[in-house]
């Protein structure tokens, strides 16, 4: 095991006196234990054209560099008469199985690019370009390894791909660095959760199908998910009362909101409803320093289930507010038509279970009606003379090569 980055607080505290004792403090443990990088590498972005998925819409292929030496491909979506006024960034982080191909991340990048903003979408590790046989839908990341570090180590990494991400934003001539936002889906919700609890630099933060951080033998202590969920929130049992704390960091950094379906049975949502929010909420105003008006949102969709509410209205109406996108007000946003994505992938010729299941992800009422099924061959970030050169910095199986040789205490 290698030797602590730094040394602990002289007035380490306990339990919900941690954060007002030394937040910056807290979050050095957090990275410790979850093994973030405590500094980013550079981000050696690379760019390989474009297209556009729409007319007013031009999708650029990206890819930045990330922990372990590897690189992360991505699509980023920009209004097609794009101005020199810096605007609002936006960054997606996807759920299970789900990656840049996947129709909720590029609805959210045409439709929030429509907006104003320049938004970035891209492949969590083991998905589509960052899978050796460029799949999608695979959930190699769940795969169990041994020892827990390797957990730990995974879901570093994962939030390194998100401050990774914002870093390349941080870097664009058109994005003003005081209006970031992160937006996360179930996996998603619970990296985005981290993400925004460490980065000073995000603004804004949106956790839909997740959220409820709960206690010890919870829906996040006992996930099936070990690798991205489990071992990782039963690792910060250190902090004492774990979701109050991530969100009290959340608030030290900026605006969030919490926005679920009120019958959600994947991440226990039916078991957390208002009551559990209203505590939570209760618990993070009580850690001293915290202030009333930058304390977590929340808020359900009547009968909802299972699905990526960042596309839904009330939630675009709070990013307005958080984020003041260029080409919409709130009169614009009222007034704009929905789609029921099922209906929507119906008439797209679009057979995927998920989307033909009326009570989760095909019951959403996403804003926008002119989004179209984008071609997943479009969403190829990475040529292919850059994928056969150099694939191992892409794909799953180098990260664990390089994460276990760290576990064994040699450097990746």
């Known amino acids: 095991m290698p030797s602590p980055r730094f040394s602990l607080p002289i007035c380490l505290c306990l339990a919900t006196l941690l954060v007002s004792c030394d937040d910056r403090g807290v979050r050095e443990q957090i990275d410790e234990r979850l093994h973030i990088q405590e500094k980013l590498p550079a981000v050696e972005a690379e760019a390989y054209g474009s297209f556009s998925p729409v007319p007013d819409i031009v999708a650029e292929r990206v890819s930045y560099a990330t922990a372990y030496d590897l690189r992360v491909p991505a699509i980023v979506y920009r209004r097609g008469d794009r101005k020199r006024n810096r605007g609002p960034a936006i960054v997606i982080v996807n759920g299970h199985g789900g990656d840049k191909s996947t129709w909720y991340a590029y609805w959210a990048g045409i439709l929030y690019a429509r ?10 590790i083991g998905e589509f370009e960052r899978n050796h046989l460029r799949q999608s839908n695979t959930s190699q990341h769940d795969q169990l390894l041994q020892p827990e570090e390797m957990g730990r180590r995974l879901s570093g990494l994962m939030v390194d791909d998100v401050r990774g991400a914002v ?3 941080l870097r664009r001539k058109d994005v003003d660095h005081r209006r970031i936002a992160v937006l996360g889906y179930s996996m998603g919700s619970f990296v985005a959760a981290l993400a925004c609890s460490v980065d000073l630099r995000i603004h804004a933060c949106v956790l839909t199908g997740g959220g409820d951080l709960d206690g010890p033998g919870g829906y996040w202590d006992s996930s099936s998910k070990k690798m991205c969920h489990a071992i990782p929130y039963r690792s910060l049992q250190f902090l004492g009362d774990r979701g109050a704390i991530l969100y009290a960091l959340n608030a030290q950094r900026g605006r969030t909101l ?18 559990f929010f209203a505590d939570l909420r209760q618990r993070t105003l009580a850690l001293p320093g915290v202030r009333k008006k930058s304390v977590f949102e929340y808020g359900f969709v009547p009968g909802g ?6 596309l839904t209205k009330p939630v675009a109406l709070w990013l307005e507010k958080a984020l003041n996108f260029p080409n919409w007000t709130e009169t614009d946003i009222e007034g704009m038509p929905e789609t029921r994505i099922s209906e929507w992938a119906a008439a797209q010729g679009l057979s995927v279970k998920s989307l033909s299941d009326a009570k989760n992800e095909g019951g959403i009422l996403a804003l926008g009606n002119s989004v179209p099924a984008v071609n997943r061959d479009l969403l190829h970030a990475l040529p292919d003379s850059v994928w056969d050169s150099e694939r191992r910095r892409y794909q799953y199986e180098t990260w664990v090569e390089r994460a276990e040789a760290a576990v064994r205490g040699h450097a990746p």
Do not use: K, M, R
Request: proline share 5%.
């Open 115 to 124: 907006a104003g903003a320049v938004v970035l979408t891209y492949d969590p």
């Open 167 to 169: 870093s390349y934003l």
């Open 258 to 275: 919490v926005w679920n379906g009120s019958d959600d049975e994947v991440v226990d949502i039916s078991h957390h409803g208002q009551t």
């Open 305 to 310: 289930g299972h699905g990526p509410y960042f």
